[in-house]
């Protein structure tokens, strides 16, 4: 099917859903316990998931658990375990480990001191997520599907080490987020590299519609998940020799928007990065819209989600590849305790720019949040 036809296909219930009445404007959703919780306590989840991908051989990889034929089978996918205190009333600290697949041990994933100031809004220290990408910053089990779209994994910051300022209601309708962050990257507390820095802001445009924009730079990258995901795949581009000499800078923007009403919420967004060189320089860009819609399911209307998502992911708009990917994901979400504890089962199928291999994946997977 053509993009633009699945597009219009996943616009229609959008359309559909603003003629309906006005619910409740999203929540606050920001990916630690910095907003609203002022305790203290231990934040754990688990994530098993099995999957089957056709193909078994020399396939590209978008970094994902599934998307690799070799990866056939049952997956403790992620662990989780984070703990926060309260030092005083203003001042929280948080720390979380994590194991992921692709990651060998467990590894610190945030440790961070918060303070609030009320009227002010927040300034977290230490190693935090870098405000870029309403999906990246959402927790997964709050997504419609079981992977955040590559637009929100391989051309967004990686989390980092630096001063963070945000105020997620500085007004009824505005948010904005502010960091500098001069460590080489996660869990490198030195310094060396050029400083990145990144800014959103948000906008409750409509009760139930918000807008983000957003903007990070980062000159005289050495590493980064870009070029993580180059690196992986044959080294494509020849990016690597200048990343390895830290010479690559690197830039991005991107918009999102969310959409929820009643049963009915609609994900959509697109990233820019462009990785500069000086000899070589590569402009990525990607873009995907998802929907999630609660159908009644033996009475009850808070159990069963279908889920539906387009995503178009290019990492060198100057020619076309294997890379290049155009996925359609579709499934269902079993709720049996909100997002807490869910099952998921979805089918994506992948088509890639050139050199099309056999690569569909069918995944089931069950959170358990503690
Ligand atoms: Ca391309
Ligand atoms: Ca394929």
């Known amino acids: ?29 920001w990916k630690s316990c910095t907003i609203g919780k002022r305790d203290r306590g231990y934040t754990a989840r688990i994530q098993g998931r099995y999957s089957v991908t056709e193909g078994s051989q020399a396939l590209p990889t978008w970094l994902l658990r599934d998307d690799n034929g070799a990866n056939d089978d049952y997956n403790t996918r992620r662990i989780r375990l984070g703990y926060f205190d309260e030092l005083q009333d203003d001042l929280l600290y948080f720390v979380q480990v994590r194991r992921d697949w692709g990651a060998n041990e467990f590894e610190i994933h945030d440790l961070y001191l918060s303070w609030n100031r009320p ?22 089990i709050q997504l419609p599907l079981g992977e955040r779209p590559l637009a929100e994994t391989l051309l967004v910051p990686d989390r980092a080490i630096g001063l963070l300022l945000y105020n997620h209601r500085a007004t009824d309708r505005l948010g904005w987020y502010a960091g500098v962050y001069p460590g080489k990257g996660k869990n490198d507390w030195s310094t060396g590299s050029a400083i990145m820095a990144a800014a959103r802001v948000e906008y409750l445009v409509a009760p139930n519609l918000n807008i983000g924009l957003q903007w990070a730079c980062h000159p005289d990258t050495a590493t980064s998940t870009f070029q993580r995901f180059l690196s992986r795949n044959g080294s494509a581009y020849g990016l690597q020799p200048l990343y390895a000499a830290g010479q690559v800078d690197e830039t991005a923007y991107g918009v999102d928007v969310l959409y929820r009403n009643g049963p009915t919420s609609i994900w959509g967004g697109t990233t820019t990065r462009k990785a500069d060189g000086g ?10 819209l998802e929907a999630g819609h609660y159908i009644p399911f033996q009475g009850q209307d808070d159990k069963l989600e279908l889920v539906l998502g387009y995503q178009d992911f290019d990492p060198n708009t100057a020619v076309t590849d294997q890379l290049d990917a155009r996925w359609l994901a579709f499934g269902v979400n079993y709720h049996v305790e909100a997002c807490k504890r869910q099952w998921r089962l979805n089918y994506t199928i992948r088509d890639e720019g050139a050199d099309d291999v056999a690569n569909n994946t ?9």
């Open 1 to 29: 099917m053509h993009r633009l036809s699945i597009a219009a296909l996943l616009l229609l219930p959008l359309t559909a859903a603003l003629a309906q009445g006005v619910n409740p404007a999203p929540r606050d959703y």
């Open 119 to 140: 009227g002010f809004g927040n300034l977290v220290l230490g190693q935090s997520m870098v405000p870029f990408g309403r999906q990246y910053l959402t927790s997964d």
């Open 279 to 288: 000899a070589v320089s590569v402009t990525a860009n990607a873009w995907y």
């Open 362 to 370: 069918l995944m089931l997977e069950y959170d358990h949040q503690f």
